[in-house]
């Protein structure tokens, strides 16, 4: 026999559950987009870069004639205020549709036996000053001439009538050999040096504009405060995204804030990728000055500054780490340079401390040839410019410098003659010897 059901016990969702349901789905959703608006920083405000610099005749100049330096940097709306984003589509794409420019490669043998290598791109077009400039670059830790924002920023400088000299920092080619137990440091300028010198010397009525990213911003503007006579046939420096002080970021790199410590793990591990690719190099030649447990320590590393103290500082014979820090930093050399100096940093630069951003604008509002840019986006060498979701092919980045460099030419153009930059072949203080092996190639 069934059971009779008696009215009492059939049990019915109360009206009021699925209310209950869909408020829940509500606030999964409303924590979503939180979490999406704070982490894509989407209520941050586009605004002008923030401008230090000593009111001068050449400073406003500067400014009226580069306009996009008090312009609103405008990145792309969905992901281009977040700093993080910035950098990690830098780090990992370069730039969006990258072009291939065509160079010449060159070989310089240093005193020690180093092979130094940097690459040369015509201009595609005459400037329009109609004088002979040429582009000195140095690029970020570890990169060469074959990566993409390298790449970019050199076609659209050939395209406004520039010749490019871009090094090749020692060992970051991977189908470069050392030939001495040496690679790249934090602060070494005898690469850099060896290339403007070998400019100087190919084209004697060329100009230079000196533009250095990241630690490449150190290493150029070390080797303008080294010596005045580095500054000869200068029109300026431009430096992005550099730290300044290698000693006070040392401690900012091993807090979490802004994701720095994981940063100073990925790049510690590229680090590693690069020294290892030459361990027989660095580690087996007779002059070497690496013993086998600096290779075990090499391996257990975590950090760039454990790197550093078992490794880099060995190549130059620095006794500890602080002193590497302090000889190789641009901070103690920065003072003296004094030609037009533009410092341009991003205040959401996860690699970068605002703290040693106290560097450039003090030295900006001391001395009356620099200008600081402070833009409040654009992270890490990133700079994306778009509307909503895809990026431009050209970055910010890309046109202030080129913009810059105009202004800066157009100057030096309309100055009487006997204020005008001297066109000299200067005697380099550098000495290594010189090859005329050279090799011609184009990116694909």
């Known amino acids: 026999m069934s059971a009779l059901v008696e009215p009492g016990d059939v049990h019915t969702i109360a009206p009021e559950m699925p209310a209950i349901f869909d408020g829940m789905k509500l606030a999964a959703v409303a924590t979503v987009l939180y979490f999406l608006v704070r982490c894509l920083n989407l209520k941050s405000p586009t605004a002008p870069p923030d401008i230090t610099y000593r009111d001068t005749p050449l400073n406003r ?56 290598t940097f690459d040369l791109f015509e201009s595609l077009g005459d400037h329009r000053t109609g004088d002979d400039i040429t582009m000195v670059i140095c690029p970020g830790i570890g990169n060469h001439s074959e990566k993409h924002y390298i790449r970019t920023f050199v076609n659209h400088s050939q395209r406004q009538g520039y010749r490019c000299a871009v090094l090749n920092h020692l060992g970051s080619l991977p189908n470069i050999e050392l030939t001495s137990p040496r690679m790249f440091t934090y602060g070494c300028t005898w690469e850099f040096a060896a290339m403007v010198g070998s400019i100087k010397r190919a084209f004697p009525q060329t100009l230079l504009i ?79 000055k690496m013993e086998d447990a600096d290779l075990s320590r ?41 030609v037009p100096l533009l410092l341009v940093n991003s205040s959401d630069d996860p690699l970068v401390h605002q703290s040693l951003l ?47 460099a105009n202004a800066i030419c157009q100057w030096e ?32």
């Open 413 to 444: 153009r309309h100055r009487p003659p006997c204020l005008r930059t001297r066109r000299k072949v200067s005697h380099s203080t550098y000495i290594y010897r010189r090859t005329h092996t050279h090799t011609r190639y184009c990116y694909y």
């Open 210 to 288: 000196v533009v250095g990213f990241s630690l490449g911003g150190n290493i150029v503007c070390k080797f303008l405060g080294e010596n005045r006579i580095n500054q000869e046939r200068v029109l300026c420096c431009v430096s992005v995204c550099q730290g300044y002080s290698a000693l006070r970021a040392q401690k900012t790199f091993l807090q979490w804030d802004q994701c720095r410590r994981l940063y100073n793990f990925v790049m510690a591990d590229n680090m590693k990728k690069i020294i290892l690719s030459h361990r027989g190099s660095l580690f087996g030649m007779n002059s070497s």
């Open 61 to 116: 100049y500067l400014l009226k004639s580069c306009p996009i330096l008090i312009k609103e940097y405008e990145p792309p709306l969905l992901w281009g205020k977040s700093g993080h984003l910035q950098t990690a589509l830098y780090g990992k794409m370069g730039r969006v549709s990258s072009p291939n420019p065509c160079g010449v490669r060159k070989y310089l043998l240093m005193q020690d036996g180093a092979t130094a």
């Open 298 to 338: 090499l391996y257990t590393a975590t950090s760039l500054m454990q790197i550093d103290d078992n490794i880099m500082r060995k190549f130059h014979g620095h006794d500890t780490l602080k002193e590497y820090y302090e000889k190789e930093s641009c901070v103690h050399y920065i003072h003296n340079i004094n």
């Open 358 to 404: 106290t560097i450039p604008r003090t030295l900006a509002e001391k001395k009356p040839n620099v200008i600081f840019a402070l833009t409040l986006h654009g992270g890490h060498l990133g700079f994306f410019e778009g509307a909503v979701l895809f990026p431009q092919p050209l970055t910010w980045m890309d046109k202030v410098i080129v913009g810059y």
